[in-house]
Structures are given as structure tokens and as C-alpha cells.
């Protein structure tokens, strides 16, 4: 498309809509392009470091000289190595490349795993029904890039939405599919927190055999397939990397794991969770029982809600699948001890599932909270107050300070108290007979199936 054109279209907003209407492919795809292009420049010109990739690359080094993997310190920040031996072991190529080579490869990489995200959140939510779902991908891709969470894993050159990617790949997958679950049980091999996913499923799972077995339908159920499914393939990593690995693998499973604070120090603005929230609150490291007791209440509610969204039916719940999985998801960030403002990647799905919402409700309030929550995420609010790992000024916060720094715990327990309203409220007359596991909807020329985990 020439540049006089593009002039042209940008001038007459009437030529545009009708541009838009007639190839809406093509303006969604120029658009995406513009948009990470100007992404990859603004990237580039903040120069950042992506230091969590060159500590990628240092473990992968680890493996490769049979060096203890847990004793590493890695760029000038002296950075140890927090994941389970797995992750390193899949680290190992990327020591074939140069430093250039390397951040150009980790944003090219996160660049296509953000449009895969996009892809599967729309899945999630059965969009679009009319318009042609690339379009709707690019479009999304292009403008969810920009949101704090998406911005900050690729200035750190994390796998965040990796993780994400393959978390979804499993709930969106048809009943029945042989490989549904293994992308959890890999997630959970590479960093922990996806181990909720694996929860969330065999609840759901045991609860819908248990009814099924009483309406007597057998005690099969999709959903503890998967649970399984998931579980075997996490044990996999772990007897891979105990091989290959024994002495890292031994001293991670019983020693790293239980070190919280290897991370970094939890009351850093970046950690957005009920832990980092607390720290900051009451001006200390260990917020003990404080924190205890709200990640227990936080993760009952949060893991309940999931379980009754997940075996909810779409007529009594619409999305039904997409609360599950993303109140799943926002369960799992509230109640880890650590949770980088990248990890909230699950933003995207969240603020297309709040949008999906407003559309159907025709709601002004939902309207409201919806264009809320997106602009939060892409305020970068959380790093206006002052911070410093080295001071731990965080501990010292004012009000207000703590209010902008809790920015992301707010927004979840607003978005939990949100799904467990609508569930509960969709549910209240009971759970009704055993829910037949459907996929997410699709284009109304084909036909309407259900997924079976998220």
C-alpha cells in the first residue's frame, strides 16, 4: 500500500471505513505491522536490557559445563537461576548465539507468541462470529503489545507469554483431544505457577465424574483426563531432568523451591500480588499471617469460582470456559509468593473477556470498568512511585505510593469478586446435570462445539 495512500485513507475517515470493510485482513495486518514495528523501535531507543534472556542463556551455558546450576550468578545484577532444571535444559540453544543474535531472536519470538496469544484468547471467547478471525488476531495483537505486562516481558526477554501460550493451547482444545493437558504439564516443568491449572482440572474433573457417575453416565470426564494428561507430562520434565541432570534436580526440589525470596525482595513494586501488596502496606518483608490468611481466602474463592465457571453450561453462563480460565489464572498471580508485573500477561484475555461482556450486557457500567482496567494495564502505574532493590524504599511507601503500587492486586480481586458474582449468581439454582465439556465458539458458518478444560 503506498504512502500516498496511506495519507489518503488516514484523511478521509469515510474511505477508510470502507477500506476497512472491504479488506479487513489486509488493514488489520498493516496495522499489527506498524504497531510492533513501532513497538521494536521504542524498545530499541529505551534501550533496554533484556536481562531475564541473557540469564536464559546462562543457564543453558550451565548445563552445557556441567556446572551447578543453582550456584550461577549471571550479568552484572549477579542474577541466580529460579526455575526448575527442566527450564535449562530447553535454555541450551540459545547459546549458540551472540548477544545481538539473541535479544533480536527473544523479540522476534515474543512478537509471534503475542499474536498466538491473541489467537487463543479470541478462541477462549468464541470471537469473532462474523468478521474473519486473522483480522480480529492482528488487531488485537497490535494494540495488547502496548500494555505494561506484554512491554515489560519483552523488555526483559521473558517467557511469559510462552507459558500463557500453552496454558491456552490446552483449554481451547476439542473434548477428547489425546494431547490436551500436556502443554500445562510442560508449563508447570518450565515455572510452577501453572501447577494451579492442574488443580483446577482435577477438581472440576472429579466433580463432574462424581455427578456423572449419580446420573448414571459413567464415571469418565474430559476434564480428569486432562488433569491427568497434564500431570504426566510435568512428571516427565521432572524424570527428564533428574536424569540429565540429578544433582541440580535434588537441590532444587529440596532446597531452591522453598527459597521465596531468591526472586528478588517481595515488597518491590514489581511484585503485583497480595504478598507484594502486604509488604508495602505494613512496612515489612514478612507480612506472616496477614498474607497467609488472605492468599488462603483469595485462593479458595478464586479456585471455587474457576471449578463452577468450569462446569457451568454456557446457556446458564455464557464464557462460561473464559471465566474459568482466567479467574484460574488471576487466582494463581494473586496467591504466589512472587509476581512480576510480566507475569500479568493474562491481561489480554482478561480485558477481551470484560469487552465480550460489555457487548453482550449492552451495560454502561460494564463499559466503564472494561476501558478502565485496559487503561490501568497500560498506565504503568506501578512504576510512578519510587523504587529501589538496593534502599527497599518500597517499604517506606506513602498512601498513595502503596495505592499506585497495588494497582494489579486491585484489578484482581475486583476481577475475582466480579466472576464469582456472575457464576454463582448464574448458578444459584444448582449446577444441573453433568456438563457436556464444549469449544469455543467459531464463525456461525461452522459448527458450534465445546471445549473441554480451561
Given amino acids: 500500500m503506498p504512502f500516498a495512500a496511506l495519507t489518503h485513507l488516514w484523511s478521509d475517515p469515510v474511505t477508510a471505513t470502507q477500506m476497512i470493510a472491504r479488506r ?23 534501550q533496554v536490557s533484556m536481562v531475564d534472556l541473557l540469564v536464559y542463556q546462562a543457564e543453558g551455558w550451565t548445563v552445557r559445563n556441567a556446572a551447578d546450576l543453582y ?8 542474577l541466580p537461576n529460579t526455575y526448575p532444571p527442566f527450564a535449562a535444559m530447553l535454555f ?18 515474543n512478537l509471534a507468541l503475542m499474536v498466538a496469544l491473541a489467537h487463543l484468547s479470541l478462541r477462549l471467547v468464541g470471537r469473532p462470529r462474523r468478521a474473519p478471525r486473522a483480522a480480529a488476531v492482528l488487531a488485537l495483537a497490535g494494540v495488547a503489545v502496548w500494555c505494561e505486562p506484554v512491554w515489560t516481558t519483552l523488555r526483559y526477554g521473558q517467557i511469559n507469554l510462552g507459558i500463557a501460550v500453552l496454558v491456552l493451547w490446552d483449554l481451547t482444545r ?4 489425546r494431547w490436551a493437558g500436556f502443554g500445562t504439564g510442560v508449563a508447570t516443568g518450565i515455572k510452577l505457577t501453572p501447577g494451579l491449572f492442574v488443580v483446577f482440572l482435577a477438581a472440576a474433573g472429579l466433580i463432574d465424574a462424581v455427578r456423572r457417575l449419580r446420573a448414571g453416565h459413567g464415571f469418565a470426564s474430559d476434564h480428569l483426563r486432562r488433569a491427568g494428561v497434564a500431570t504426566a507430562a510435568f512428571a516427565w520434565t521432572v524424570c527428564l531432568a533428574a536424569l540429565a541432570l540429578p544433582y541440580d534436580s535434588n537441590r532444587f526440589w529440596t532446597e531452591i523451591v522453598f527459597a521465596t ?31 497467609l490468611a488472605a492468599a488462603a481466602l483469595t485462593g479458595c474463592v478464586g ?25 484460574c489464572a488471576v487466582t494463581a498471580l494473586m496467591v504466589s509468593p512472587v509476581s512480576w508485573s510480566h507475569h500479568w500477561v493474562w491481561a489480554v484475555p482478561m480485558v477481551l473477556l470484560l469487552a465480550v461482556e460489555t457487548v453482550r450486557r449492552a451495560s454502561r457500567a460494564w463499559a466503564g470498568w472494561t476501558a478502565l482496567t485496559g487503561l490501568l494495564f497500560c498506565s504503568f502505574m506501578i512504576w510512578y512511585a519510587p523504587h529501589s532493590m538496593k534502599q527497599r524504599v518500597e517499604l517506606h511507601q506513602t498512601p498513595p505510593q502503596m495505592l499506585m503500587t497495588a494497582v494489579y492486586p486491585i484489578i484482581g480481586v475486583a476481577f475475582l469478586a466480579t466472576a464469582a458474582w456472575v457464576t454463582f449468581r448464574a448458578l444459584r439454582g444448582g449446577l444441573g446435570a453433568p456438563a457436556q465439556p464444549v469449544a469455543p465458539r467459531r464463525p456461525e458458518s461452522r459448527t458450534l462445539t465445546r471445549a473441554g478444560s480451561g
Fill in 303 to 327: 479456585l471455587a469460582t474457576a471449578v463452577a465457571a468450569q462446569l457451568a453450561d454456557d446457556r446458564a453462563l455464557p464464557h462460561a470456559r473464559a471465566w474459568a480460565a482466567v479467574s
Fill in 174 to 177: 476439542r473434548p477428547g483431544h
Fill in 261 to 291: 525470596d531468591r526472586p528478588g525482595d517481595v515488597e518491590g513494586s514489581g511484585n503485583q500480588n497480595l504478598l507484594g501488596a502486604l509488604a508495602r502496606l505494613l512496612h515489612t518483608p514478612d507480612p506472616g499471617p496477614w498474607w
Fill in 71 to 78: 550456584d550461577m550468578r549471571a550479568t552484572v545484577h549477579h
Fill in 92 to 109: 541450551t540453544p540459545l547459546t549458540v548465539m551472540g548477544t545481538g543474535v539473541l535479544r533480536t531472536f527473544g523479540t522476534a519470538a
Fill in 24 to 46: 479487513p485482513v489486509l488493514c488489520a495486518a498493516v496495522f499489527c505491522l506498524l504497531s510492533f514495528t513501532g513497538f521494536w523501535a521504542a524498545q530499541r531507543a529505551a
